[in-house]
């Protein structure tokens, strides 16, 4: 029985000898192009119309009717053709219709030569289309498929074969229609034309890339002058073709899953099928920005949390499969062992030797499933990681380069990168929402994992610091100029070396506070703040704050905690971690917590209310989904790089433009 | 076309081109059965669950039911728990989506449940049926209907298992008691 296809499906053919019925709401021209082994349409003479000269293995019917038969002996065909394609087009004589929109939907049939039906395909969706690929028959490895396509041009015959890759497309396209005036001299009245009434789909142009983009047709046509499409495109027949739409990556068999993610339950209409391109078996080329959402940087966020998801998955699928093989052979083993007779003849080193195959075989495939899925991922983030903006990016980006001072603040930002040990190789940035729910602990101790078992306390102390400044210092970035207030708590000053950049730059308001009395101060101004501005959300009198309340986000850099805290100070510290969020203050605390013991469990709540995270790399952090423990990586800035004083000092510079 | 399964009846999951399926949804519909009281007809919301079992041989090593709606691995969904049933007929209540191509090599056999949490019958059930439907395309591949009546409450529905390189779906239809899949797995084991 016929298949029937949808769009982008393919489908054997049985023989060589086939006819293909075309049926449409009115009258319309069936041609036949040709295309070579890249999908090219090499010359006009490949292009069988009611007024063209017969080609050999290919009849095409002679009017211009509602009903068309073409029949195909693909036997016949030149040996350099890999592909027939199968187009409808408008006649675009007065009176026509001019556009598929006011048409019923074509419907193709592919039969033997015998009638029987093999496959149907009903060309759906067209809209102001004026010329539509419907079906190609195109040859791979050595046999005959059907495809269809669907394909519609807006900008009608020529749009269409210039896509195809023929030189001079608007000769052809002539040629091709005075063939027609021609045929339709001597072709019977018409059928009346039934009034398309329905609505059609939400197609409003053609999806079909420029010849080139595809990697299909080679460089652009210098012979076809650009306003070839222009001059033969019937003028209402709605929005011109895009210069230049995005062409799709894919090729080949048509894939409708997203290249990784399952597909929703509400199945989403069937995406634009990549144009035939000449190389099959390629995977979905990757895009950035390929996640919901209304703007890019949204659609990044959620792209990159896809894929963090899809790493998460795919590893826990990965170690499910292990764990299972392994536990399969230890009871194989066990049973080979557990008969007292047969525990040390050659039948229980056979078994023994089975399990362990068995189990090799099963990590394989466990394996090969993991490093396909990789690089996807690999791919996908080979492609995301250049297009993230400052907010996202890592400090070696060239989009720190081009840095400017944002105008609005960012969604999230980045806080490292996250690595499984199946995959080191493979990070995922790790965005984390803005403004910040939770205050951030910079853990200056020893590092708990083995990920880093030498690690010199020294050395770990001061990058401790220097992972403060950088993250105080994106932060500050992102930011709109004046809309982050940086304070820093220095008590005992040690942390001078670590904040240069943030102090030579300029980008702090005041220089960080030092001694007792300093971290009193500033403590106090900012409880203040949080009191005031809670008191005044409260009461919904958010305008009568005094004025020398600083409404801009405020983020506190607390260094050398305990030393030089009174209790006093440690309760204010509480304070602001389980209060400041929601009033705009937000704690970053740099701190070993070894140190921090002799405070008591007092202390407890205040580590558990902030995000850890570790100057040198450590898995403590588990993903949502799985729970596996992540390797977070800091963003420290480069060695030797001055990306981030001169970033900051861009921050300083508009913040005193902006009298902020 | 659509397969009307009988019970232990089988169907390949392979595409009639040859291909095989990469992506397929379990779709779960029913339907209150009205009540003669003292009202006249009147309904009473009936709260069906959909699970879906994944085995490693005979071992159960993820579910994917309301209160844990991804499997670890990702290649199960369940869209998400519907406590009423459909007020209308046919579409789908509950559905599960398997991406038979990423579900991990040692999975070889996916077991979907029907139980009833609020307690009720299949007696009190109308029009119920799981259907395996192509997600790529929107197809049905197979439809199993529910036979009205019965005095259980949980039913297991068909399973979908590995078959040389591809996927076979098997309808089961076995009925059982239970409001969760925990209280079926006993009578899923046999079934493996």
Redesign the interface.
């Known amino acids: 029985m016929a298949a029937e296809l949808v769009r982008g499906q393919n489908h054997p053919l049985p023989g060589s000898r086939l006819e293909i019925r075309v049926s449409a709401g009115g009258p319309v021209i069936a041609a036949v192009t040709l295309g070579d082994e890249a999908g090219r349409l090499r010359d006009p003479g490949w292009i069988a119309h009611l007024g063209s000269p017969p080609l050999p293995g290919l009849e095409v019917s002679r009017q211009a009717a509602a009903d068309h038969r073409i029949a195909v002996d693909l036997e016949a065909l030149p040996e350099a053709v890999h592909r027939v394609n199968v187009l409808l087009a408008l006649s675009t004589g007065a009176g026509r219709s001019l556009s598929f929109g006011a048409l019923a939907a074509p419907v193709v049939a592919v039969t033997g030569p015998d009638g029987t039906d093999v496959a149907g395909y009903t060309v759906t969706g067209l809209g102001t289309e004026s010329a539509v690929v419907a079906v190609e028959l195109y040859r791979r490895q050595g046999a005959w498929k059907v495809r269809a396509v669907g394909q519609g041009y807006a900008g009608g015959l020529a749009a269409l074969l210039e896509d195809q890759g023929l030189p001079r497309a608007r000769e052809s396209a002539a040629a091709v229609e005075e063939g027609i005036a021609a045929g339709a001299a001597r072709a019977p009245a018409p059928p009346p034309a039934r009034a398309g009434g329905e609505v059609r789909g939400r197609r409003t142009a053609p999806v079909g890339g420029p010849p080139g983009a595809q990697g299909t047709a080679p460089e652009a046509l210098p012979e076809a002058p650009p306003e070839a499409a222009a001059a033969l495109r019937p003028a209402p027949a709605g929005p011109p073709a895009p210069p230049a739409p995005p062409a799709p990556a894919a090729s080949g068999p048509v894939d409708y899953r997203h290249p990784r993610r399952t597909p929703r339950a509400a199945a989403a209409p069937p995406p634009p099928v990549p144009p035939p391109s000449a190389r099959p078996e390629t995977p979905d080329r990757p895009v950035a920005g390929d996640g919901p959402g209304r703007s890019m940087e949204e659609r990044l966020h959620n792209q990159v949390w896809g894929m963090f998801e899809d790493l998460a998955r795919t590893t826990a699928a990965y170690r499910g499969a292990v764990d299972f093989a392994d536990s399969r052979m230890e009871r194989e083993m066990d049973e080979a062992l557990a008969d007292p007779r047969s525990r040390l003849g050659p039948g229980a080193e056979a078994a023994r030797a089975r399990a362990g195959e068995r189990r090799a075989e099963l990590v394989d495939r466990a394996r090969a499933a993991l490093e396909r899925d990789l690089a996807q991922l690999t791919a996908e983030s080979e492609v995301v990681e250049p297009a993230l903006p400052p907010a996202f990016a890592r400090w070696d980006s060239p989009v720190w380069d081009a840095y400017r001072v944002p105008a609005q603040a960012p969604m999230a930002v980045r806080l490292g990168d996250l690595a499984l040990p199946e995959h080191s190789g493979l990070r995922v940035p790790m965005l984390v929402r803005l403004p910040l729910e939770r205050g951030l602990w910079i853990d200056a101790g020893r590092a708990s994992s083995a990920a880093s078992p030498t690690a010199d306390p020294h050395r770990t102390r001061r990058l401790a610091g220097e992972l403060a400044t950088a993250v105080a210092g994106r932060l500050l970035a992102v930011h709109p100029a004046g809309e982050l207030t940086v304070h820093v708590l220095d008590p005992t000053g040690s942390a001078g070396p670590a904040l240069a950049p943030l102090t030579e730059s300029g980008a702090l308001r005041e220089p960080p506070a030092t001694g007792p009395q300093g971290v009193a101060q500033v403590l106090a101004g900012l409880t203040r703040r949080v009191d005031l501005v809670r008191m005044a959300e409260r009461t919904r009198a958010t305008d009568a704050l005094p004025p020398d309340v600083d409404l801009a986000g405020q983020l506190l850099i607390v260094h050398d905690f305990p030393h030089g805290f009174d209790d006093r100070a440690v309760t204010r510290l509480r304070y602001l971690a389980d209060e400041g969020p929601s009033a705009g203050v937000h704690l970053m605390m740099v701190a070993d917590r070894e140190e921090a013991r002799e405070y008591g469990p007092v202390l407890d709540p205040l580590w558990r209310s902030l995000l850890r995270i570790t100057p040198v790399p450590d898995d403590h952090l588990a993903d949502p989904w799985v729970g596996h423990a992540w390797t977070y990586e800091p963003p420290l800035v480069p060695a030797g790089s001055q990306v981030l004083s001169r970033v900051l000092g861009r921050v300083a510079e508009a913040r005193r433009r902006y009298g902020r | 076309m659509t397969v009307n399964l009988s019970k232990g009846q089988a169907v390949s999951l392979q595409k009639?081109?040859?291909g095989t399926l990469?992506?397929v949804?379990m779709g779960l519909g029913w339907q209150a059965a009205p009540r003669r009281g003292l009202f006249g007809r009147r309904t009473q919301e009936i709260d069906l669950d959909a699970s879906a079992v994944l085995f490693?041989?005979q071992?159960p090593?993820?579910v994917v039911f309301f209160r844990h709606l991804?499997s670890?691995?990702?290649?199960v969904?369940h869209?998400g728990d519907n406590l009423v049933g459909g007020a209308g007929q046919g579409g789908d209540d509950e559905?599960i989506?398997v991406?038979l191509q990423?579900?991990?090599?040692?999975i070889d056999q996916i077991v979907f449940t029907v139980n009833s949490f609020t307690g009720q019958t299949f007696a009190e059930v109308q029009n119920a049926f799981c259907r395996l439907v192509d997600?790529?395309?929107?197809q049905e591949l197979a439809r199993y209907t529910l036979t009205g009546g019965g005095r259980h409450t949980a039913q297991i529905m068909a399973k979908v298992h590995r078959q040389g390189e591809g996927w076979q779906m098997t309808a089961l239809g076995t009925e059982a008691n239970g409001r969760t899949f925990q209280d079926l797995m006993p009578s899923i084991t046999p079934l493996l």
Do not use: F, I
């Open positions: 009639s081109d040859g990469t992506a949804r490693a041989g071992q090593v993820d991804v670890d691995d990702g290649s969904r869209t559905a989506l991406d990423r579900v991990p090599v040692h997600e790529t395309n929107g």
